[in-house]
């Protein structure tokens, strides 16, 4: 046996064909909890389990403080011979298997395993595990693998006033002595390791139900929202209730499954890594979704996304789910398309579609852009692969990929497909084959094809219109897989909009096509669509219904660029093409800069005019030149503080408006100060309306630290007025942004350390904050540290969990540096550059995830610089 805190699919795959596990049963006591000295917490496991070979032998995980005994079938195992860092060794199997493990297991501040937070605000002690894709052996011995599934039965032991949850309901509860009691939870039907949790604290809590389902035979369901007391004023249950209720309506109307986990409890928790997980009966999110200053609307439909995305999971992912990590995508993809569209069509955002094409298929773009962009179908090796799937891809090209399926095979076709497989295929694992034989049977098509090019291959293809040799528009089709080489050519279905100012100057649909692209075809003539003389804007993928880069023609370009596109859905489709071109560095800088400075105005949702000016302001730091960047900050930001004077007084565009101006700010002085006056002292003349709360008092004081303009002091005042968990991090962020040299050494070795100057370790969000307010600094304070960084990483890599070794490489990584006089190629003797490429090529036995960490960060920067140098002269 080997000992590896990874898993390899070899090794899972052997272990699935040797053993089937029937159940565990795991106590797990965190009385101790709330004694800050208590790093470790009892645990004690039975699992009954079969071999298909008696006599040989397999392990366990458990990343364990302690084994303290194993018993294997009535027979005592030696724990110093059978337990290692990761891995407990079982040998001398039997047909029937019955092992009971006791030990202890430790508290994370990392947000993997069983994550321990303290309020700074009441000092209350609050719990809450998180396992994805393989952390569930941080808190209990188990088969960690997501096709060993396994019926659950949990008993928490915790403070008699605590929140003790799982993912079954409360069936038993007995004193435990000492102010504690011993929960016991039902049962859980089959499911995967990494979707078990625990939840325990002093959580408020807020209960409501769900009438059932009728034609499903879905049972009523009891519903509970939690979240930290401090929060519990601001926890919107009745919101949160609506929406629950519509989605479960929703996908049981359209999945014809009922819902079998027994409850549905959410449960919002500190320094969460992710947005949320999909924990059957118990799914977790990241307590930011609780807003304790005032919300856009395109938070709450965010919000709204990211809950109705979590419960498709119940089907997508917890009743049916991937084999292994290479078919993440058989559930991500298709909770990120449900979500949306039951956002859509169920919870009220009817601008989900138009904020999908703007946010989620920028991240989808920029990663498949990467030189680690893979298949949506990937090669998925080990599970240290598996954690850096998590991506842009998985998600946001895959959803993108079955909307485009839907109009490939049809609606109707693609939700009976789901019907059939969920049927097929209940409380067991599916491969991508599984779905294609469903697809194919509910469409009548032959699905392999089209799967050989849209999920077996990467990168983005790219649609144009352009005129043949006779002036008749035709469309245009390019792309290379950036892996192979080889060109990409997929089958679209898509539509093609025409575009001519109204009375108004407003582009408006006059005229649209529909386009049916062949796998292979270069060029697809489009009959019926007419060009218009004058200003016009042509739309590849009018209604944004296939993943593709939008090319647009000069005309198209010079059009929207000086005038509103009128339709929501083409409008963020056309900001998302400019994107793409500054990216490429096809659209210089500052006329993207000007455009949003011109237009922004006119952007009819918050989610894409948020996005909007977020990526102008990302255009000025990354891919505008040193000469023109400060020019055109302050052009920015001088646009910005108008805007907070003319936008609805109070409404959600200011609110966009001010958090964009204040991170801009942390690079111009004069800026911070004048956003000060603004929103501090002459609230009623320069932001009119806007709630200034702990959020915005806080994004104001980061801009005034980050140049010179707030000290130590005054921060440390602030924080003493109001001390909650989220201003102790925006603090920490502050404090570490003074531009001062002892400042920046402080928070350096911070962020190699993972603790503070006391010797305090530094929990996810504040490594995080850490590295944020080093990196404000301008060049004369943090270039010093850029050639050490180097030879820190594979240290960072193997001394901390993936994630907090992820956190601290990214933000320290030196990403921000102007570009060399010359073209693209003479970036490349860059000092920054070179050092970067340089490790890389001598490392190449690095650790897969950090050799990835660190390639996506080069070519982040590569980009940078090629397309600085690509700007034109003044």
């Known amino acids: 046996m080997t000992d590896s805190p990874t898993l390899t699919r070899d090794e899972a795959r052997a272990r699935a064909r040797l053993i089937t ?45 302690s084994v303290e005994s194993v018993e294997l079938n009535g027979e005592a195992l030696d724990p110093a011979v059978v337990a290692s860092r990761s891995r407990v060794r079982l040998p001398d199997l039997a047909a029937q298997n019955t092992v009971t493990l006791r030990g202890t297991s430790l508290y994370s501040r990392s947000g993997e395993g069983l994550h321990r937070f303290v309020d700074p605000a009441d000092g209350r002690t609050y719990l809450y595990t998180q396992y994805e894709p393989a952390d569930a052996r941080r808190v209990f011995p188990d088969f960690e693998q997501p096709d060993l599934k396994a019926s659950f039965t949990f008993r928490l032991t915790g403070p008699a006033d605590w929140v003790l949850a799982s993912n079954g309901a409360e069936v038993g509860r007995e004193d435990a002595g000492e102010g504690a009691v011993t929960v016991a939870f039902a049962p859980t039907r089959r499911l995967s390791t990494y979707i078990t949790a625990l939840v325990a604290g002093p959580y408020a809590v807020v209960e409501d139900r769900w009438d059932g389902h009728a034609a499903t035979g879905a049972e009523p ?35 014809g499954v009922p819902y079998e986990w027994g409850a549905y409890d959410q449960a919002f928790v500190p320094e969460y890594n992710l947005g949320a997980m999909e924990n059957p009966g118990l799914v977790t999110f990241t307590e930011h979704y609780i807003h304790d200053t005032a919300p856009t609307r395109g ?19 917890d009743l049916v789910t991937m084999r292994w990590w290479d078919d993440l995508w058989l559930k991500e993809s298709f909770a990120d398309y449900m979500g949306t569209l039951a956002a859509d069509e169920a919870a009220g955002f009817d601008e989900s579609w138009t904020t999908f094409a703007s946010r989620r298929k920028a991240w989808a773009y920029a990663q498949d852009a990467y030189p680690t962009t893979h298949p949506i179908v990937a090669d998925i090796v080990d599970l240290e692969a598996a954690r850096q799937n998590f991506d842009g891809i ?33 409380w067991g694992n599916a491969e991508l084959d599984d779905f294609l034989a469903v697809l194919g049977e509910a469409s009548g098509r032959d699905m392999s094809a089209w799967a050989d090019a849209w999920l077996r291959t990467a990168g983005v293809p790219a649609l144009a219109v352009e005129a043949d040799g006779d002036g008749a528009p035709v469309l245009v089709h390019s792309g290379v897989d950036p892996r192979t080489g080889e060109p990409i050519r997929r089958p679209h279905v898509l539509r093609v909009g025409v575009f001519t100012p109204d009375a108004d100057g407003a582009l408006t649909r006059t005229a ?21 003389d004058g200003p016009r804007l042509i739309l590849p993928n009018d209604e944004d219904l296939t993943y593709a880069a939008v090319a647009l023609d000069e005309a198209s370009l010079d059009a929207v660029l000086t005038r509103p596109v009128a339709d929501p859905l083409a409008q963020a489709t056309v900001w998302a093409a400019l994107w793409s071109m500054v990216r490429e560095g096809t659209l210089p800088a500052a006329r993207f800069v000007g455009a949003v400075e011109e237009l922004s105005a006119s952007v009819a949702g918050v989610a894409v005019y948020t996005q909007v000016v977020s990526q102008a302001a990302a255009a000025v730091e ?39 101006l204040a991170v801009l700010a942390r690079g111009d002085a004069d800026l911070a100060r004048r956003l000060e006056t603004a929103v501090l002292e002459d609230a009623e003349t320069g932001a009119p309306g806007l709630a200034v709360d702990a959020e915005i008092r806080w994004l104001v004081l980061q801009a005034l630290a980050a140049t010179g303009s707030a000290d130590r002091a005054r921060l440390d005042a602030a924080l003493a007025e109001e001390r909650t968990a989220k201003t102790v991090v925006a603090h920490r962020l502050a404090a570490q942004a003074i531009p001062d040299p002892a400042v920046k050494r402080a928070a350096w070795d911070a962020v190699l350390a993972g603790e503070d100057a006391e010797g305090q370790a530094l929990s996810n969000d ?7 307010g080093f990196a404000a600094g301008g060049h004369d304070l943090v270039d010093p540290f850029e050639p050490g960084f180097w030879g820190e990483l594979e240290g960072l890599w193997s001394s901390r969990s993936n994630g907090l070794a992820s956190r601290a490489i990214s933000g320290l990584f030196p990403l921000h540096q102007d570009a060399l006089p010359g073209d693209a190629a003479a970036q490349e003797a860059h000092p920054v550059l070179a050092r970067a490429q340089a490790w890389l090529d001598e490392h190449t036995a690095a650790p897969g995830a950090l050799r990835r960490l660190v390639v996506e960060q080069t070519d982040a920067l590569r980009r940078s610089l090629r397309v600085q140098a690509a700007q034109p002269t003044p």
Do not use: N
């Not at 109705?308 to 119940?314: F, N, Q, R, V």
């Open 512 to 532: 649209q096509v529909d386009a049916d692209i062949a796998a292979g075809a270069e060029r697809t003539t489009l009959p019926g669509l007419e060009v218009p």
């Open 221 to 255: 369901l009891p519903l509970r929202v939690m979240c930290r007391r401090a929060l519990a004023e601001h926890l919107d249950a009745d919101e949160l209730f609506r929406i629950t209720k519509a989605g479960l309506d929703f996908f049981h109307d359209l999945f």
């Open 394 to 426: 998985t998600y946001a090209k895959g959803a993108s990929v079955l909307k485009q399926l839907a109009a490939f095979v049809g609606r109707d076709a693609f939700m009976e497909a789901a019907r059939v497989y969920f049927h097929r295929h209940a």
């Open 21 to 65: 596990v029937h159940d565990y049963d795991v106590h797990v006591d965190v009385s101790g909890a709330a004694d800050a000295s208590a790093a470790a917490y009892p645990v004690t496991a039975t699992i009954r389990f079969d071999c298909a070979e008696p006599g040989a032998e397999t392990w366990l995980d458990w990343i364990s403080a």
């Open 622 to 660: 990354l891919y505008a030149t040193a000469a023109q960047r400060r020019a055109l900050r302050a052009g920015l930001g001088e646009h910005l503080l108008s805007a907070l004077r003319s936008l609805e007084a109070g409404g959600d565009r200011q609110r966009a408006a001010v958090r964009t």
């Open 299 to 317: 938070q709450l439909e965010g919000r709204a996304t990211t809950v109705l995305h979590e419960m498709a999971h119940m089907w997508f992912g």
């Open 766 to 772: 504040l490594l995080s904050a850490t590295a944020s």
